[in-house]
C-alpha cells in the first residue's frame, strides 16, 4: 500500500494522486490535548472515479504519546505504520467503505494502518496508553458498536454477527414521553424456539401528529457515529440510547412524491461521500422511493458553504427542494436490483421464498408467475413499467429490501398503506416479516393503517399523539394483534360515532319512514344489500326509542 500523508485543511480536501493508493490528511483538531485525528481518502486509483471518495475519520496513536506530541504520523508517505502505531475508525461507514474494495485491499490498508481488528491491541498494552483512555475513548465505550461491528464489516460476514435481543429509545425536543423499541417476545415451542412476531415495531396516528418526522430523524441520529451524536447538530435531531447502539445498515423506504425529509450527514464531506454512496448503490444508509435523493444532494451541496455548513441548516427536518425520479428511472432500478440478487444464491433463493407468498394475494398471483419465467429479468424494466401503481410499489419496495437487507439491518418504512388495498398491504408485511426472521434485521414502520397494527403485539404499536409543539407516545389500550379493525380504528385512531357521518344519514331515514307500518323494512329497501349489521342495530335501537 502507497499512502501519502497530506497537512490539514479546513477548506479543501486533498486532491487525487493517482501514485498512491490512499491518501491521508492531517487534522489539528486538539482532543484533550492530543492529536489522533486524521481523514483517509481513496485514491482514483483503486476506485476508477473521476473523483476522490471520502473513507472517513480515524484516530491514530503513538505508544508513549503525550500531550505535547503534535502530528505522530508526519507529512511524507508510507507503506505501513510500525507497532508502535494502532488507529480506531470512528465510524461504521469507515470500514464499509473500506470493504467495497475487496477484502485484499480492504484488510491491506487496515493492516497497514495498524486497525485495531487486525492485531491484539489489548495484549500488546495499547488500552494502557493516556492517549487511548483520553483520546480514543473519549465519547465511546468498551461495548460500543464500534469495538464489535467492524471485523465483520471487513470480511463481509454480516451473518456472523452475534445475534441480540434489540432494545433502544429514542427521544427529541418537545416529546412528553421517551419512544421505546423492544424487539423480543414470548418464546413458546419445542425448546422454545418460536417466537411471537416482534421483529416489527409500529408508529401509529393521525395525519400531522409527526410520524414521517420521528422516522426521518430516527434514521439520522441512527446513521450517525458515536461521537457524532454527541455533537449539538445531532443531539437536536435526537437522542438514541444506549449510545454506542449500531446499525450495520439503515434501509429507508418511502414513496410518498411529498415527502421532503432530510438525507443524514451533518458534514460537507459527509453528504458528499453519501451522494456518492447512493448513485453507487453502496454504503451504509440506502434509501429505497420516488425522490432522487442524488439530485437533491447535488442541489444542496451546490448552495451551501463547503467550508461552514452551520448548525441551523443541518438540523431542518425538510429539504427546501424535492426531485422525483421518472418512471423510467424506478424500472431501470428494479431491473438493476434483480440482476444483482440473481448472482446471490442466498439471496435469490430467500427472493423466490418472498415471491411465493406475495402470490397468494390475488391480484399479484399471476404477476409472480410471469416473475418465474427464466427470461423475466431480460424483459423485466418493460414488463415493469406496465404494471399497476401498487403492484410497482410493492416489487420495487420489496426487491430492494432483499437485496440490501443483513443481519442486525434497521429498515424504516413509511406509510406502506400508500396505494395499496388490504390485502395487498397485509401480504406485503407478512412478506416484510419473512425476510426480517430469515436474516435476524428490524424493522420500524409508520402507519395510518389498522391492517398493520392487527398483526402487530400491542407491546411493539406506539400510537403517537400532538399537542401544539409537544408529541407523546403511548402503548395502546388493547391487545393488538389478532384484534377486530373495528376495535383497533376505535381504541388506537380514536374513530368514534361523533367523527363519522354514517349515523346522521340513518337518523334522516328513520325520522322519514318511521311512522310507517313497516319502518325497518323500508329504510332495508333503500340499500342494494341491505343494510349492514351494524346499521341495522342502530336502526332497529333508535326506532325503538318512542316519539
Known sequence: MKILVTAPSRKNHPKNNVLYDFILQQDDWNDFSFITKYHLYITTKLTGLDEIEYAGVVKIIKKDQSEADYYMVEEGEFSYLSDEFCSV??????????????????????????????????????????????????????????????????????????????????????????????????????????????????????????????????????????????????????????????????????????????????????????????????????????????????????????????????????????????????????????????????????????MMKLREEVSLSEIIDEIFKDDFILKSKEYFHRLSTGHKFVLHSMAHILLYIEKRCLVLFDEPETHLHPPLLAVLMSALRIVLNEVDAFAIVATHSPVVVQETLSKNVNVITRNGEFTDF??????????????????????TTQITDYHDELDKLIIEYKNNNNPLDDIEKCFDTGLSTQARSYVISKLAVKG
Open 89 to 354: 475508525g470512528q465510524s461504521l461507514d469507515y470500514y464499509g467503505r473500506l470493504s467495497e474494495l475487496g477484502s485484499e485491499i480492504c484488510e491491506g490498508i487496515l493492516t497497514s494502518l495498524r486497525d485495531i481488528n487486525m492485531f491484539d491491541y489489548v495484549s500488546e498494552g495499547f488500552k494502557n496508553e493516556r492517549a487511548w483512555e483520553r483520546s480514543i475513548m473519549r465519547d465511546l465505550n468498551n461495548d460500543d458498536d464500534i469495538f464489535i461491528l467492524p471485523k465483520f464489516i471487513i470480511k463481509n460476514q454480516f451473518s456472523a454477527i452475534p445475534s441480540i435481543d434489540m432494545k433502544f429509545s429514542f427521544m427529541y425536543s418537545g416529546m412528553i414521553n421517551t419512544l421505546s423499541f423492544d424487539f423480543d417476545s414470548i418464546q413458546y415451542g419445542y425448546f422454545e424456539s418460536e417466537k411471537l412476531p416482534c421483529r416489527m415495531s409500529v408508529i401509529v396516528g393521525r395525519n400531522g401528529c409527526g410520524k414521517s418526522t420521528t422516522l426521518a430523524r430516527l434514521s439520522r441520529v441512527a446513521y450517525s457515529s458515536t461521537q457524532d451524536r454527541k455533537k449539538e447538530q445531532i443531539a437536536k435531531i435526537g437522542e438514541i440510547l444506549p449510545e454506542g447502539l449500531g446499525f450495520p445498515k439503515i434501509i429507508n423506504l418511502s414513496y410518498s412524491a411529498f415527502d421532503s425529509f432530510q438525507i443524514p450527514g451533518c458534514t460537507f464531506k459527509e453528504k458528499k461521500q453519501l451522494r456518492q454512496d447512493i448513485l453507487d448503490g453502496k454504503g451504509r444508509y440506502i434509501y429505497c422511493g420516488v425522490r432522487d435523493v442524488g439530485a437533491e444532494l447535488d442541489y444542496v451541496l451546490a448552495n451551501v458553504d463547503e467550508n461552514n455548513m452551520d448548525i441551523e441548516f443541518i438540523t431542518l427536518d425538510r429539504q427546501e427542494r424535492t426531485i422525483l425520479k421518472p418512471l423510467e428511472v424506478l424500472s431501470e432500478e428494479f431491473y438493476g436490483v434483480l440482476i444483482k440478487i440473481h448472482k446471490d444464491s442466498d439471496k435469490w433463493n430467500l427472493f423466490n421464498k418472498v
Open 474 to 495: 403511548q402503548r395502546p389500550e388493547i391487545e393488538t394483534f389478532g384484534e377486530n379493525i373495528g376495535a383497533i380504528t376505535s381504541s388506537v385512531f380514536s374513530l
